[in-house]
């Protein structure tokens, strides 16, 4: 349908003009609660299909072409909102937080006062907590094209309290396609009316050669970090800051994720699922590199930039084969999350970048996913 549009397009030579449209929403389930959910499905003249939902501001499917032009959908999903809120759903491409990774023993203190949130990975705080996390509540969507392309930006209001957290927080992820390349810019801002802790990121599974295939061991991948933050075995960091020289971390040069993971394996992590300390952005600019995945076979390669100073990279060592999207089945290390982000627990660590917000500054985050394609 795209491509038939495309070449119609391309016959009156008005392509950007006929393509351009604000993205329309289908339905796509009822939440338990019986919340009506939509998904909106995101275009553009380079051959990606983005949709996103506004259950848990998620992204659902991502796809991208191979080196043949061949379009797949490469991360992690379900086909309706009843398989996201279902046991097998691992935070499959949702909005993460309010503070996305661990808080450990999933307790604070916060200007004199205590916090205690949900312990929902023992003896931990994973990912926002239980119930009312930002995967699990429904975003208001406001659906936009202008002369960059399509996208949604999806606001939510957390109110004070939420999941133990304080403050009312004022929420917006916007997801924006580039028109003429393959790029997907994800836009974070919050506002709060009390100091909170906040750690916004996207926990999409990527396989670059499309959803479902056996594994990522064989991708290569590069972080442009000289240093992570070790874990202690509950994976909460131990505060240093080490390099990666000599060790499995050290991903600065691309390698197959399969090379030194085995050294991993009897770690609590069971493999990757480390914070690597972003180096500094070039020059003035504000995104800096975080990290490029790519699969030789397909040819898709993925290119991240970020204002964050951190990236999860973790290689999905806790998947166990539940069945996703068309009947997929998501084996053991058969994606990897790639989740810009400040560092786990940083509110027991001073020396970790600060991630109070206080009321009347305004958080604001970026991240863009370039995909591009390499030759044999
Ligand atoms: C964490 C993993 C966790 C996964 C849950 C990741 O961000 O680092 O430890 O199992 O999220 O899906």
């Excluded at 429904?138 to 606001?155: H, L, M, Y």
Aim: charged share 20%; net charge negative; glycine share 10%.
């Amino acid at each position: 349908m795209h491509r038939m549009l495309t070449a119609i397009a391309l016959a009156l030579g008005t392509c950007s003009l006929t393509l351009a449209a604000k993205p329309t929403a289908t339905s796509f389930g009822k939440t338990e609660s019986g919340k009506d959910v939509e998904l909106y499905t995101l275009t553009n003249d380079a051959g990606a299909i983005v949709k996103v939902m506004t259950h848990g501001a998620t992204l659902v499917q991502l796809q991208v072409p191979d080196r043949e032009g061949q379009v797949e959908d490469i991360i992690f999903g379900f086909d309706d909102v009843t398989g996201y809120e279902s046991a097998a759903n691992q935070y499959f491409g949702c909005t993460a937080g309010r503070v996305a990774n661990r808080i450990a023993k999933g307790m604070f203190t916060l200007d004199g006062k205590d916090y205690t949130l949900a312990v929902n990975n023992e003896p931990n705080a994973l990912h926002g907590g239980v119930e009312r996390s930002l995967d699990k509540v429904e975003w208001a969507a406001q659906p936009f094209e202008n002369e960059r392309g399509q996208g949604v930006a999806f606001s939510y209001s957390s109110p004070d309290g939420e999941e133990g957290y304080p403050g009312k927080l004022d929420l917006v992820v916007t997801y924006a396609l580039a028109k003429d390349k393959n790029a997907l810019t994800i836009r974070y801002t919050a506002e709060t009316d009390a100091a909170t802790p906040i750690n916004l990121t996207n926990h999409a599974y990527f396989n670059l050669a499309g959803q479902g295939s056996p594994t990522i061991l064989d991708h290569r991948i590069r972080i442009n970090a000289d240093s992570y933050t070790p874990v202690d075995e509950t994976l909460i960091p131990t505060g240093e800051i080490k390099s990666v020289e000599g060790s499995p971390f050290d991903l600065r040069k691309p390698i197959k994720i399969g090379k030194h993971i085995g050294e991993l394996v009897e770690t609590p992590a069971l493999g990757y699922d480390h914070n690597f300390v972003l180096n500094a952005p070039e020059g003035d600019k504000k995104q800096r590199l975080a990290a490029v995945l790519t699969d030789k076979q397909s040819g898709r390669s993925l290119r991240i930039m970020t204002t964050e100073p951190g990236i999860q990279f973790y290689s999905g060592n806790f998947l166990r084969g539940d069945v996703g999207k068309g009947g997929a089945v998501y084996a053991h290390q058969s994606a990897c999350c790639l989740e810009t982000q400040h560092f786990p627990d940083s509110i027991h660590h001073p020396n970790f970048p600060n991630t109070v917000l206080k009321p009347g500054e305004k958080f604001r985050s970026a991240t863009v996913l370039i995909f591009s394609t390499v030759k044999e």
